[in-house]
């Protein structure tokens, strides 16, 4: 990755993210998808991505979605922890995620579990923050 162009890595990330998706989904027994369900939604969203980031006018924010935010590296000798959480209304699990990046923005780690329903996003933020806490 460390010789990955930034076309690469967002190619990476959307794909990486879309198969982290159906991951979660076929662990929360949501309906299993093929790969080609697998890769045509990370296609699709590197296209929406690259959309947004060559004209920002365009940008359709959802309604659990925020406002997007430029992502600040850390200072040098400091690591940075991002994370989020996903959850279906209709389960009692949801999701925890993150990745610790250094100043350079190159991911070091990353983990992801499924977890009970905390009750909020909030709530599930923090249990995301205390587990990449626990494995840095």
């Known amino acids: 990755m460390a010789n990955w162009d930034h076309s690469q890595v967002e190619a990476f990330a959307c794909q990486t993210w879309s198969i982290w998706n159906e991951r979660c989904r076929a662990l929360h027994s949501y309906d299993r998808n093929v790969l080609h369900d697998i890769i045509n ?11 947004a980031i060559n004209d920002p006018s365009n940008l359709r924010v959802g309604k659990s ?10 200072s040098l000798g400091h690591l940075r922890l991002d994370v989020d959480v996903s959850y279906h209304e209709n389960n009692h699990r949801c999701g925890i995620g993150g990745i610790v ?20 996003i909030t709530l599930g933020d923090l249990l995301a923050i205390k587990e990449g806490l626990k494995i840095i």
Not at 43 to 48: E, P, S, V, Y
Request: no cysteine.
């Open 41 to 51: 939604p990370g296609q699709a969203l590197l296209h929406d991505y690259q959309q």
């Open 65 to 74: 979605v925020s406002s997007p935010t430029k992502w600040e590296a850390p």
């Open 101 to 120: 990046r250094n100043q350079a923005g190159q991911p070091l780690l990353a983990f992801g579990q499924s977890i009970p329903n905390p009750g909020s």
